[in-house]
């Protein structure tokens, strides 16, 4: 194996990343439930938990799709990444209007708690993804072209 070499990824290392951002949320979650619950009640915990609960479902659900398409079709990955951003945004969009729509946001559960435990679970998805996957040893696709293999080549002759 020549320097320039990246090595292969381990089945291992990807799941990693993505139970590392999961963990990540989770805990942001439970600490937002424990809060919501001292401060506001149970409608607020109500509110917490099924934000985290939400937050977790749609991005490991995403980030394992891009991560099987990744492992089988690099070259697809960024249009893959693409289109399960936005259907991740419409499924939390949809999901936000069947909550509004079944009344439960107001009675059960409190949207606000819902709402801002939506936006700190994936914020801290998000930053413990980033961090994780800027710490691999190994990019996470494989960015080399098939034509700088070709060029090395003729050069050396």
């Known amino acids: 194996m020549m320097t320039t070499e990246m090595p292969e990824t381990t089945p291992v290392e990807r799941p990693r990343v993505l139970l590392g951002a999961a963990c990540a949320a989770l805990v942001a979650g439970l600490l937002l439930v424990l809060l919501a619950a001292l401060v506001s009640g149970s409608a607020a915990a109500y509110g917490a938990a099924a934000g985290t609960a939400i937050v977790i479902g749609v991005f ?5 799709a891009v991560d099987l398409v990744a492992g089988l079709l690099p070259n697809a990955s960024l249009m893959v990444a693409m289109l399960t951003y936005t259907l991740q945004v419409v499924a939390l969009a949809l999901i936000f209007v069947a909550l509004s729509g079944s009344g439960l946001l107001d009675d059960t559960i409190d949207g606000r708690w819902l709402g801002g435990t939506v936006i700190v679970g994936t914020f801290a998805w998000l930053v413990v993804q980033i961090v994780l996957t800027m710490r ?9 072209s098939p034509t700088s293999d070709h060029q090395d080549q003729a050069g050396e002759g």
């Open 136 to 144: 691999l040893k190994f990019p996470p696709i494989d960015i080399t």
């Open 60 to 64: 490991a659900t995403g980030s394992v």
